[in-house]
């Protein structure tokens, strides 16, 4: 019953250093999310995924980039990580609107992320 | 557009008293309303939800009710318990998209 998986919970990275979070969920939902949560200012939308080989940008995409290559799981990357993107970071997923309105969002359990 | 906006922490409660999180929203159409928890070190879990106006949502003693007149969603609970501490956050998810917004959270701990 894993749900939302995210790897890895923690990482620390230098400033300008690459990397990739990986999200799996195993609930077959269409849509997924990346959020960053950050003290004080709830969660943010990074990037949104509506299915397989499609994203969009979302509130705050700027220094991300994703892939959704497989219908189960969602990618986010990092190329050249900077301070400001210290954050935890949060992947959800989700039924889409057509298979029941108000369907709510699943969450991973998180990766905190710190650029030094 | 579209927004949510809820009662800024830290709440400090004792055991057993009642439990009010305001939460206010802006939105065109009819919304689809979320109360979610954080424990520590986790992330967000599902409380309750509302999906058209008068509805109220329930779980685990908590209760919300969808009010389109003064849209407001406000989160309450009868008697806390300590095991509630944690971070609440009021959502909405607009009639016309599947984007989720959230508020900044509130976070209450329960002494006993």
């Known amino acids: 019953n894993a749900g939302v998986t995210q790897t890895p919970k923690f990482r620390v990275l230098k400033t300008g250093q690459s990397m990739t979070l990986l999200c799996a969920q195993d609930?077959?939902?269409?849509?997924m999310y990346w959020y960053r949560q950050d003290p004080g200012m709830g969660l943010r939308l990074i990037h949104y995924?509506?299915?397989?080989?499609?994203?969009a940008k979302g509130e705050v995409p700027d220094g991300y980039n994703v892939s959704r290559l497989k219908k189960q799981n969602f990618l986010l990357g990092l190329e050249s990580a900077a301070p400001s993107q210290t954050s935890v970071y949060f992947c959800?997923?989700?039924?889409?609107?057509?298979?029941?309105?108000?369907?709510?969002?699943?969450f991973g359990d998180g990766t905190r992320l710190s650029i030094l | 557009g579209n927004s949510v906006t809820q009662m800024e922490g830290p709440v400090t409660l004792s055991e057993e008293a009642f439990l009010t999180i305001n939460c206010t929203y802006t939105a065109t159409g009819y919304p689809s309303l979320f109360w979610y928890v954080q424990y520590p070190g986790e992330g967000l879990q599902l409380l309750l939800k509302?999906?058209?106006?008068?509805d109220k949502g329930s779980n685990k003693g908590f209760e919300a009710t969808y009010r389109k007149e003064t849209t407001s969603f406000h989160l309450e609970k009868g008697s806390v318990q300590v095991s509630d501490s944690a971070v609440y956050f009021c959502a909405l998810r607009p009639y016309n998209n599947n984007d989720m917004r959230f508020g900044a959270g509130t976070r209450l701990t329960v002494k006993p």
């Open positions: 509302a999906t058209k106006a008068d």
């Open positions: 959800a997923s989700s039924y889409f609107r057509g298979q029941g309105f108000g369907q709510p969002q699943h």
């Open positions: 995924s509506v299915g397989e080989g499609t994203t």
């Open positions: 609930m077959n939902h269409e849509y």
